[in-house]
């Protein structure tokens, strides 16, 4: 919980400024329920139900007044039932994927509640999912030593035929009975190295409706002329990082997204970049940075490029009072190009639920976090 300021001023058309509020801010809390039961011979299996709260209004919206997915019912952040050993485990339901980055970036989930990267890392051209729906995934466990995490899952889009977290897949046809999707995260910890390698593909089997997201705005055509393709995703991103001691941790991420549609005549990419630090000063004080840059979309089609990426980042910092509580204090920018329209989307932290192109976002934040 944060209390927050929020604006976003410097927009192309003056009329789509947000001007200054001050809010008492919830960023993505959640309660879980979980059981296991010791199968012997090392074998175990259990449930897992994450599900989101919004302390702050006590209902089902976000700070934009907007329908925040992860807070409508049980286990709506993640849901799983799994069985296996210390080598592997296979997990079944709505879980986490392309937008978890693991050790290389802990800014947002784990110290100032909210981070600016990762709103990059899932934005613009985007990717499928950033938690599958109907997902079968296998997880290396700790007998995999140095690559323990790893996971490589495949899923089906199903009766819904898209995943209602991410704003990227909103437009697709309601039903895809033969959609598919698939990853894996490659993960490496040795010593003082963490290492990362993401990649997510997927492919709709369902005409693409008129007006809706998967007919690639901003090629040539009309709406209408679009309908009756197929949408098709790739997204990767790959990271480094070194730790030195205590919290504290240096690393480096890139991505790349891209989507077209069945004959690859119209194909859409974007690529981006950032830098995530956290020092420990000792005494329970961590400080944090980040930075990151979205470059502008691309297109294979003759659609002339515009300026739409943006760049960010985040200054903060935190005090721990104990293992599981901590205040922090966080400033958050994201400046938009001309044509360029991020937002503090993650968590539905933003006051808008969009902001004008060429907005800049800021956001300065008080608040804690606690464990329990």
């Known amino acids: 919980m944060d209390v927050s300021s929020f604006e976003a001023t410097g927009a192309t058309n003056p009329a789509e400024n947000v001007a200054k509020r001050t809010r008492v801010a919830d960023t993505s809390s959640r309660i879980t329920f979980a059981a296991q039961e010791d199968l012997g011979g090392g074998l175990k299996a259990g449930v897992y139900c994450e599900t989101g709260i919004n302390i702050d209004n006590g ?13 409508a019912g049980f286990c709506s952040r993640e849901g799983r039932a799994y069985i296996g050993n210390n080598t592997a485990e296979l997990r079944l339901g709505r879980q986490n994927v392309w937008w978890t980055q693991g050790e290389l970036n802990q800014v947002g989930s784990n110290l100032v509640g909210s981070d600016t990267l990762t709103n990059f890392v899932t934005g613009g051209v985007g990717q499928y999912t950033t938690r599958g729906e109907n997902m079968i995934k296998v997880v290396a466990g700790a007998d995999l030593g140095a690559f323990a995490g790893s996971e490589v899952y495949t899923g089906y889009m199903g009766k819904s035929g898209f ?200 956001t300065l934040a008080v608040g804690f976090q606690h464990w329990f």
């Open 59 to 71: 209902g089902f919206t976000g700070q934009a007044d907007t329908p925040n997915a992860n807070t």
């Open 163 to 362: 995943d209602i977290t991410s704003a990227a897949s909103a437009g697709e046809a309601a039903a895809s009975p033969s959609g598919k999707y698939s990853g894996f995260k490659a993960l490496y910890t040795q010593g003082q190295i963490v290492g990362m390698i993401d990649y997510q593909t997927s492919k709709s089997t369902t005409p693409v409706q008129a007006g809706s997201n998967y007919q690639l705005a901003g090629f040539a055509g009309t709406a209408a002329a679009a309908v009756g393709s197929r949408a098709s995703r790739d997204a990767v991103k790959y990271g480094v990082g070194y730790k030195y001691g205590g919290e504290s941790l240096i690393s480096f991420q890139a991505w790349e997204h891209k989507r077209s549609n069945a004959t690859d005549t119209a194909t859409e990419k974007d690529k981006g970049w950032g830098i995530v630090s956290h020092h420990d000063a000792g005494n329970g004080y961590v400080l944090v940075a980040q930075y990151g840059k979205q470059g502008k979309r691309t297109f294979s089609n003759s659609t002339a490029e515009t300026e739409n990426g943006a760049k960010g980042y985040t200054l903060g910092g935190l005090k721990r009072l104990s293992k599981r509580t901590h205040l922090y204090t966080a400033f958050h920018v994201i400046k938009n190009d001309a044509a360029g329209t991020y937002n503090m989307n993650g968590g539905n932290y933003t006051s808008a639920a969009a902001v004008g192109a060429g907005s800049e976002v800021k």
